[in-house]
């Protein structure tokens, strides 16, 4: 069936450095991808998704690009702040319905 | 437009009752899916309803159901609890299936003691 691998974490950063947090899947077909972020006591937020491949998906300096030849959809993000901390989902619906499946989920942790 | 909500927040039961949860879809939302989230397990589809009707079941006991209403809200029902269902249930709307993206409420966090 279909999987979503991250890396694990907790990722620590300091505030202003360099965020990738890798992603891969396993899927048929052409499934869409997303990214979701999980604040403390939250649900889920949307933050960018890509539905095809060679899409770009971006929204408040975070970027993920759908690459089919690698089956991934890295997240990354040129400089981080202390509020970006919080625990990022990678995701996946597939092209026949719209379930969502999940990956482990990666805490990043980013220290003024 | 008002966000997916979801009834009651925080929840605290004992083993071998039963629960009920609401979710209310943004405002032309047609299709709602919920979600367990724990430690454990991490995020697993429960079920999707779209116009009253089940159209996807994640691999779950029988003791999780849910029903959609005619104007989208939805509830899923857990009966006979046990200590393992303590967890944050997600519910998730969108505009119709299969391709539409997903927005999450802010849960319903349930304690079985």
């Known amino acids: 069936g279909d999987s979503v691998t991250q890396m694990e974490g907790p990722v620590t950063l300091s505030e202003e450095a360099f965020l990738t947090i890798n992603c891969t899947y396993t899927?048929?077909?052409?499934?869409?991808l997303f990214w979701y972020v999980q604040y403390p006591g939250e649900g889920l937020q949307l933050l960018l998704k890509a539905t095809k491949a060679d899409d770009k998906g971006s929204n408040k300096g975070f970027e993920a690009t759908y690459r089919k030849e690698t089956t991934s959809f890295h997240l990354e993000k040129g400089s981080v702040q202390v509020s970006d901390s919080a625990v990022y989902f990678c995701a996946l619906t597939s092209e026949y319905g719209n379930k969502l499946v999940f990956g482990a989920g990666t805490i990043l942790r980013v220290k003024s | 437009k008002a966000g997916v909500t979801q009834t009651p927040r925080y929840l605290i039961k004992t083993r071998g009752q039963q629960v009920t949860l609401s979710c209310s879809p943004i405002s032309g939302h047609r299709s709602v899916s919920w979600y367990q989230q724990t430690p454990g397990q991490g995020l697993q589809f429960l079920f999707e309803?779209?116009?009253?009707?089940?159209?996807n079941k994640g691999n779950f006991p029988g003791r999780f159901s849910g029903r959609q209403f005619s104007n989208s809200r939805s509830e899923m029902n857990v009966s006979t609890l046990e200590l393992g269902d303590s967890a944050l249930y997600l519910c998730?709307?969108?505009?119709?299936?299969?391709?539409?993206?997903?927005?999450f409420g802010p849960g319903t966090r349930l304690l079985v003691l």
């Open positions: 998730a709307s969108s505009p119709q299936p299969p391709h539409g993206t997903q927005y």
């Open positions: 309803y779209f116009s009253e009707t089940q159209r």
């Open positions: 899927a048929t077909g052409y499934p869409s």
